[in-house]
T-cell receptor, first 117, second 110 residues
């Protein structure tokens, strides 16, 4: 396993279309995170999963956004009726939650760059 | 994020030391991190420090934490051209949500 992978790496779509991104975490990592990064800014937390359960969603995640992790392995992030303001880099990360340790390193994928025309 | 602030740009000569500064607002932050981002690559964790420490050294990297002033710094000794990148300061008060600064773009000139 070489790390967190994300597909596609780039997506160009027209306003109003739906898009779906996929993230494959590092094997055995039980936690998976989604972040969004706009130009000139740091990543912003969107949501995270512990196995297949989605435990927290940021207020940034509007009703048009939905994330799933059906079998506790890969995850998908879908954006419906895309808007130009959705243009950003969408980053996925994973970590191994060791309840005995307070520190869990998040490993990031290369991201999916979305451009909404 | 608005909870973490950093200067936007730093230019340094090859071989000199780089110092990147960061301030944060949440006194309940438990861990503070420095990430590196290069074009086309994901975020790479460089180092982290627990909030009850005031210094951590790892090869060319030195992290200093002033908890009273909520100030974090990263010093890179003997800066090389491969150190040119965007450096992000991040903090967490729990074990899942990272809050990042806007990033400092470091340019290393020959």
């Amino acid at each position: 396993d070489t790390g967190v992978s994300q597909n596609p790496r780039h997506k160009i779509t027209k306003r109003g279309q739906n898009v779906t991104f996929r993230c494959d975490p590092i094997s055995e990592h039980n936690r998976l995170y989604w972040y969004r990064q706009t130009l000139g800014q740091g990543p912003e937390f969107l949501t995270y999963f512990q196995n297949e359960a989605q435990l927290e969603k940021s207020r940034l995640l509007s009703d048009r956004f939905s994330a799933e992790r059906p079998k506790g392995s890969f995850s998908t992030l879908e954006i419906q009726r895309t808007e130009q303001g959705d243009s950003a880099m969408y980053l996925c990360a994973s970590s191994l939650d060791l309840t005995s340790a307070r520190y869990n390193e998040q490993f990031f994928g290369p991201g999916t760059r979305l451009t909404v025309l | 994020g608005e909870d973490v602030e950093q200067s936007l740009f730093l230019s340094v000569r090859e071989g000199d030391s780089s110092v990147i500064n960061c301030t944060y607002t949440d006194s309940s932050s438990t861990y503070l991190y420095w990430y590196k981002q290069e074009p086309g690559a994901g975020l790479q964790l460089l180092t982290y420090i627990f909030s009850n420490m005031d210094m951590k050294q790892d090869q060319r990297l030195t992290v200093l934490l002033n908890k009273k002033d909520k100030h974090l710094s990263l010093r890179i000794a003997d800066t090389q051209t491969g150190d040119s990148a965007i450096y992000f300061c991040a903090e967490t008060r729990n074990d899942y949500k990272l809050s990042f600064g806007a990033g400092t773009t470091v340019t290393v000139r020959a």
